[in-house]
């Protein structure tokens, strides 16, 4: 969007008053687990109905928070029930640490980036512009034609500064012509996916790798200039965290455009895809490379599997689990697991012998119950 500074003013004030609601719902929610664990025989709750008479009654409180408009703050409360509802169920799920989606935080007004929802009668489009509620105008640039009226638009900053508004419509199905072709994804690092098709194999795009030298001169600037406890930043240090957050971007985009194109291809030219369903673990512990293959994994994977129901095409998600040590062919599974130095899978049983990931992306076919072609 092209943001004007009052209107520019306008959502930052929007954000401070949204940034206080939230916290106050942080704040509730930290009482009432601390009030909880002292008093398990009189449990509280924290779920969006006190939390949503909270906000009116904050409203009626403080003039401050009632210059702002009540869409935003209610829906962000709805953000923050969500958030939290996550967080108590990977709790009572006992996931381990590292795999739970932590409570919600504090938003810091340094480091949380503005968000806002706004549901139907919280915003409108005339002339091509977004009028919100509040009296705030924006001029829309347009990426295309919205298809029909949008239910809602999350309208956000990125860590550049830049804003930019996404709007809801119902999902339409662009049938795309049969083929009578089926295909199998494998994902993996130095391949993004292996397929049962030699015409529809993805390289690993290098994005990660190119970005990665300079990225590595920014972090260095960065820890060079890293402020003291409690000082401000430098000119230096910012401009430094800014390049950094435009390479990020650069990539993700770089990404999310090969990811889009390769699943235009594979969704044209084939009728069912039965693709790994790949779930990356971002642990703290893997490399550079390894973060940046599982990246640009989950970008296509997720480019799969909208490109496929945009296009009305039929996708099976198979379980990962020893898609690596089965035969395609007679079912049969080796005993140990290959060494990943291994690129070839010969079967002890049957005697076939391929490329370790065309047999991988065959055992996702035959997994979904479709046929080899
Ligand atoms: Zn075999």
């Known amino acids: 969007m092209r943001v004007s500074s009052t209107a520019n003013a306008l959502l930052l004030a929007e954000w401070d008053r949204c940034r206080w609601v939230w916290n106050e719902c942080v704040a509730r929610s930290r009482a009432v687990c601390a009030h909880n664990r002292a008093h398990p025989e009189d449990k509280q709750t924290c779920g969006p109905v006190p939390l949503s008479a909270m906000l009116t009654e904050a409203r009626a409180r403080i003039p401050w928070l009632r210059e702002g408009a009540s869409v935003p703050q209610q829906q962000l409360i709805r953000d923050f029930g969500r958030s939290r509802a996550k967080a108590m169920k990977d709790i009572q799920a006992r996931l381990p640490m590292q795999h739970r989606a932590g409570m919600p935080k504090w938003k810091k007004k340094r480091d949380a980036a503005p968000t806002f929802e706004y549901?139907?009668?919280?915003?409108?489009?005339?002339?091509?512009?977004?009028?919100?509620?509040?009296?705030?105008?924006?001029?829309?640039?347009?990426?295309?034609?919205?298809?029909?009226?949008?239910?809602?638009?999350?309208?956000?900053?990125?860590?550049?500064?830049?804003?930019?508004?996404?709007?809801?419509?119902?999902?339409?199905?662009?049938?795309?012509?049969?083929?009578?072709?089926?295909?199998?994804?494998?994902?993996g690092v130095t391949e993004t996916a292996t397929t049962t098709s030699d015409a529809h194999d993805l390289p690993h795009a290098q994005h990660g790798k190119n970005a990665a030298q300079r990225l590595a001169k920014y972090q260095r600037m960065m820890s060079r200039r890293k402020p003291g406890r409690g000082?401000?930043?430098?000119?230096?240090?910012?401009?430094?965290?800014?390049?950094?957050?435009?390479?990020?971007?650069?990539?993700?985009?770089?990404?999310?455009?090969?990811?889009?194109?390769?699943?235009?291809?594979?969704?044209?030219?084939?009728?069912?895809?039965?693709?790994?369903?790949?779930?990356?673990?971002?642990?703290?512990?893997?490399?550079?490379?390894?973060?940046?293959?599982?990246?640009?994994?989950?970008?296509?994977?997720?480019?799969?599997?909208?490109?496929?129901?945009?296009?009305?095409?039929?996708?099976?998600?198979?379980?990962?689990?020893?898609?690596?040590?089965?035969?395609?062919?007679?079912?049969?599974?080796?005993?140990?697991?290959?060494?990943?130095?291994?690129?070839?899978?010969?079967?002890?049983?049957?005697?076939?012998?391929?490329?370790?990931d065309k047999n991988s992306a065959r055992v996702m076919l035959v997994r979904a119950g479709l046929r080899p072609g």
């Open 119 to 187: 549901t139907r009668r919280g915003f409108r489009l005339k002339d091509g512009r977004l009028h919100l509620a509040g009296g705030i105008v924006l001029r829309v640039v347009w990426s295309r034609d919205l298809p029909s009226a949008p239910s809602s638009v999350r309208v956000y900053q990125d860590s550049l500064g830049h804003w930019y508004a996404g709007f809801v419509v119902p999902a339409q199905t662009r049938p795309l012509p049969e083929t009578g072709a089926v295909i199998g994804v494998d994902w």
């Open 231 to 356: 000082q401000a930043a430098s000119a230096g240090y910012r401009e430094a965290k800014r390049q950094t957050a435009k390479v990020h971007k650069k990539v993700a985009r770089q990404r999310q455009d090969t990811g889009r194109k390769w699943a235009k291809a594979v969704v044209r030219d084939h009728d069912a895809v039965a693709v790994e369903d790949f779930r990356p673990k971002f642990l703290a512990k893997s490399t550079m490379a390894r973060k940046a293959a599982d990246a640009a994994i989950s970008m296509t994977k997720t480019a799969l599997l909208e490109m496929a129901r945009k296009h009305g095409r039929t996708v099976h998600l198979v379980h990962p689990a020893h898609t690596t040590m089965d035969c395609a062919d007679c079912g049969a599974r080796t005993k140990h697991a290959l060494p990943l130095s291994e690129r070839t899978y010969t079967c002890t049983a049957c005697g076939v012998s391929r490329p370790r």
